[in-house]
């Protein structure tokens, strides 16, 4: 009667280099799932928050009431982006006093907030991306510290092979079995990270696209509007 197949026992068999490799892998694999698990619930909230901001923002009655009803919403970018804005913007009398025949130098406000709202997109890129590169690192070297352990492994197989002085499948099978296992676990652990990676990419740069479309209304607004009103 022959023996169950089973991959513990092919590890627990395996020689020291190659469980070093397995280790590894491993180590990859929880660290990624971890990163994938977070970041899919981060960017889930992202995306629902982005889409309830962006109708509450449209339809507040005006630019104050919609930071009010901001303050709510703290997992979306684009809600971030719109207080960095709103707070370069409260610094100018034209918006925030009574006084509103108090002339303002619209185009240099107008480039101080763009500058803001540019600096505060890349920060929430920065917030969003961390991490995520890490998940790439693993899909391009899963696969590679894999098979560093398979041809070990079988190196270590034509060792016993001579010195057993034996060609017999009996001696060959085992060592081949343990190599060939770190090229499976190497795949394993790359596979999801690269799905993972690209997946994240994708939303990232539609919260991007977000951010930047925001920064662009929210500059008409402020050129054509407010600023507009502030100097007649």
Same mark, same amino acid.
């Given at each position: 009667?022959?023996?169950?197949?089973?991959? @513990?026992?092919?590890?627990?068999?395996?020689?020291?280099?190659?469980?070093?490799?397995?280790?590894?892998?491993?180590?990859?694999?929880?660290?990624?799932?971890?990163?994938? /698990? /977070?970041? /899919?619930?981060?960017?889930?909230?992202?995306?629902? *928050?982005? *889409?309830?901001?962006?109708?509450?923002?449209?339809?507040?009655?005006?630019?104050?009431?919609?930071?009010?009803?901001?303050?709510?919403?703290?997992?979306?970018?684009?809600?971030?982006?719109?207080?960095?804005?709103?707070? *370069?913007?409260?610094?100018?009398?034209?918006?925030?006093?009574?006084?509103?025949?108090?002339?303002?130098?619209?185009?240099?406000?107008?480039?101080?907030?763009?500058?803001?709202?540019?600096?505060?997109?890349?920060?929430?890129?920065?917030?969003?991306?961390?991490?995520?590169?890490?998940?790439?690192? !693993?899909?391009?070297?899963?696969?590679?510290?894999?098979? /560093?352990?398979?041809?070990?492994?079988?190196?270590?197989?034509?060792?016993?092979?001579?010195?057993?002085?034996?060609?017999?499948?009996?001696?060959?099978?085992?060592?081949?079995?343990?190599?060939?296992?770190?090229?499976?676990?190497?795949?394993?652990?790359?596979?999801?990270?690269?799905?993972?990676?690209?997946?994240?990419?994708?939303?990232?740069?539609?919260?991007?696209?977000?951010?930047?479309?925001?920064?662009?209304? @929210?500059?008409?607004? !402020? =050129?054509? =509007?407010? @600023?507009?009103?502030?100097?007649?």
């Amino acid at each position: 009667m022959g023996h169950t197949f089973s991959i @513990f026992s092919i590890v627990s068999s395996a020689g020291l280099v190659v469980k070093l490799v397995l280790l590894i892998l491993l180590i990859f694999s929880i660290t990624s799932w971890s990163i994938i /698990f /977070f970041k /899919f619930f981060l960017v889930r909230k992202a995306e629902k *928050e982005t *889409e309830e901001f962006n109708q509450t923002f449209w339809t507040s009655k005006n630019i104050s009431e919609a930071y009010s009803n901001s303050k709510k919403l703290r997992n979306t970018p684009v809600a971030r982006i719109f207080r960095i804005g709103f707070s *370069e913007l409260k610094k100018y009398d034209s918006f925030t006093s009574a006084d509103t025949g108090k002339s303002i130098d619209s185009s240099k406000a107008s480039v101080t907030i763009r500058r803001k709202l540019q600096n505060g997109t890349s920060e929430e890129m920065k917030r969003l991306v961390s991490m995520v590169p890490f998940l790439a690192t !693993v899909g391009n070297t899963a696969p590679f510290i894999g098979l /560093f352990g398979t041809v070990w492994g079988i190196m270590d197989s034509f060792h016993n092979i001579g010195m057993s002085k034996s060609v017999s499948l009996a001696v060959v099978a085992p060592g081949i079995s343990e190599a060939l296992v770190a090229t499976a676990f190497g795949l394993a652990v790359a596979i999801p990270s690269v799905i993972a990676f690209n997946y994240f990419s994708s939303k990232l740069d539609s919260l991007n696209t977000s951010m930047e479309s925001f920064s662009y209304d @929210f500059l008409n607004i !402020v =050129e054509y =509007e407010i @600023f507009r009103t502030g100097n007649n």
